[in-house]
């Protein structure tokens, strides 16, 4: 198994004449990163990605464009317009291209592998397509969590509740099966309850997994089944420049509705959202979050 | 990776003082085993689970009684003293035992693996505890399959319609998944769509499976995707006289509903319910079913 890739790197600095764009998908990641920067000094250009991020969300605030998802080929001659050396791609993209829709140019055309153009590769393998035409242009893809660095899940447990005896065998099992669904770059989650693994992550995810869990608690099977797990895992050798697992307050909440005792993700591969805002709720709530030590990991 | 054991046993035949008794779960497999006992000219004797099998359906018909899930214990006594020499359990058992409500007797507690009563096994675990206990006190365990062999799945396209070139990467992209969390003793079923594995079963099963890839159908990822499939497989090493993968009518009716193109089964390791109307259905829905070569199978 491959590690991932979080840890191999060091912490961006950029110089004074760099400026750092976003491109910001769904969720809460984006306006994280966007604040963050801000909050160093600098000064990021983010592109909103249409249909995903909210163009009259806080993330307006910042000097920003929005950019239709087949549009992409436009990109990198925006971002080099707004003087942008190094991008970070934050957020959820739910939708997929439509190639119908797609408007070319040459330059995209004749670089992305054809492999990426038919839509056929795992969401990682087009990610990292995606990540190699923007850096072959000259613009640096940084990670989330490097220009972020305070989002990375610590190792150790982060609320007063612990995981108790059997909240491992849960963690243990999911985590076994969270793996296997990621070396088949299905999906990073996975629900054990009463030591047993009772729902899989696909394209719904988490949250979709979670509102699941909590309709699934009238199932037979888990009559008389208290707490249970749900375990987030980078997939093995995944590109950490985009897509790590991330929880937020809005996890802790969905996972305490479906009746589990609690969240384990990797530490080091895994980013924390509002995080005291988190783990307040969590407390408030009664759930675990910890990270666990991440296998195999290439400090 | 081990093979099932389906294809190892010949078909039982039954002496003139033998007498099938089925356990009925819930589903149609039941009703299937007891009609082709009765066509055979045996008499079956049914035991109809609470709360899974239908008091009031066509296993009524037959010479049969109801017991709890609780009730277990008492199980081997009623068949025995209904001169029941071999036993088929047949159908979905969803509900598992609730501890509180066991009635226990000596025989049952000295000889139920400690980790069985805790119910932390997966399901075939289980499953083989409970057929070793059977057979242990003198009654034969069979399987559905060598008692209705014709239920068995066929090797090759069952339907007018056959797999198109992208469904054939759905179908193996579907099995390579189903095989994965059958390992891990999670489910049976994957489905793909566009070459990816989009959802997974988990203890919902196959039904609701599918029901969640019709709501998905939405899903912006999947915009513009047509077809895909559902593959089920046998566990590697799975139990095979108890759980088999099945399928029926409505599982092709909810596949059609929730825009597959098709589902392909393990070829001698699933079973096939009221297969005539199952095929009539899809053909009428132009829907494919097909009966893969079983992999590493030991004829």
Redesign the interface.
Known sequence: MTTTKTESRLPVRFGADSRVGVVAGGGRLPEAVADALEAQGARPYVVLVA?EADPAGPLAAHDHSSMELEHFASLVPLLKRNGVTHVVLAGEI???P?L?KMRMNFSLLATLPRIALE??L?DDGLLRAVLRYIERRGIKVVGAHEVVPELVAAEGCLTKAQPQKPDW?DIDTAR??AE??G?????QGA?AI???????E???GTDGLLA?VKD?RS??????RMRGALVKCAKPGQEARADLPSIGPNTVEMAHAAGLAGIAVEAGHSLVLDGPAMIERANALGLFVIGLPAKGSTP
Chains 1, 2 share one sequence.
């Open positions: 249909g739910k939708r997929r439509r119908s839509l056929t795992g065998r076994e099966a296997a669904i070396a088949l770059d299905i999906g629900v009463g030591g047993r693994v009772i729902a899989l696909g394209i719904e699941r699934l199932h037979g099977r888990l009559a008389g």
